[in-house]
T-cell receptor, first 110, second 115 residues
Framework: QKEVEQNSGPLSVPEGAIASLNCTYSDRGSQSFFWYRQYSGKSPELIMSIYSNGDKEDGRFTAQLNKASQYVSLLIRDSQPSDSATYLCAVEKGAQKLVFGQGTRLTINP | DAGVIQSPRHEVTEMGQEVTLRCKPISGHDYLFWYRQTMMRGLELLIYFNNNVPIDDSGMPEDRFSAKMPNASFSTLKIQPSEPRDSAVYFC?????????????FGPGTRLLVL
């Protein structure tokens, strides 16, 4: 079992709809969780971090964490073509070390 | 701030040659990370440093890979000898410790092709 698992996609969503990205992790002791966005040919950039169970909202983005189910998700409301990218889920495994999932490729169709 | 700086941005070399990748972290950051990204394996952590000291090199694939951080503003990742399977994008990232859960800031990456 991989430490961090994501559906690789591609996930295709019409413009204006909600995009839902999911991630599961294996280490129950993990405390910090991150979503990075990576445009094609570019480097990853942080868009959301979450540390407590529940929802965290930032503009059109909402991160959801359920530690009991070892599940993290990212919702993107009112999806825009500029949201088309690969989304990487990352879990902190102690002392600043991040383990990344394979990433989900998201395409927003105009 | 200029962000994390990496050089070269692209490198094409022949099998057996030595390759050196360079990184300048964001000024004041105390953690530096080297990652490798491929289609097959995704983004993998190779090694990371805290205050110039290597903390965890368990991700370094084999003895052909080595990394150094001689001072707070410079790090190198060396591959000697290089092999075609080393072809990947190598990212350097840095962060500032404030208690846990800090953002890692990535450089633009070095695209390495070993022929």
């Amino acid at each position: 079992q991989k430490e961090v698992e994501q559906n690789s996609g591609p996930l295709s969503v019409p413009e204006g709809a909600i995009a839902s990205l999911n991630c599961t992790y294996s280490d129950r002791g993990s405390q910090s969780f991150f979503w990075y966005r990576q445009y094609s040919g570019k480097s990853p950039e942080l868009i959301m971090s979450i540390y407590s169970n529940g929802d965290k909202e930032d503009g059109r983005f909402t991160a959801q964490l359920n530690k009991a189910s070892q599940y993290v998700s990212l919702l993107i409301r009112d999806s825009q073509p500029s949201d088309s990218a690969t989304y990487l889920c990352a879990v902190e495994k102690g002392a600043q070390k991040l383990v990344f999932g394979q990433g989900t490729r998201l395409t927003i169709n105009p | 701030d200029a962000g994390v700086i990496q050089s070269p941005r692209h490198e094409v070399t022949e099998m057996g040659q030595e390759v050196t990748l360079r990184c300048k972290p964001i000024s004041g950051h105390d953690y530096l990370f080297w990652y490798r990204q491929t289609m097959m394996r995704g983004l993998e952590l190779l090694i990371y440093f805290n205050n110039n000291v290597p903390i965890d090199d368990s991700g370094m694939p084999e003895d052909r890979f080595s990394a150094k951080m001689p001072n707070a503003s410079f790090s190198t990742l060396k591959i000697q000898p290089s092999e075609p399977r080393d072809s990947a994008v190598y990212f350097c990232a840095s962060s500032l410790f404030r208690g846990g859960g800090e953002t890692q800031y990535f450089g633009p990456g070095t695209r390495l092709l070993v022929l």
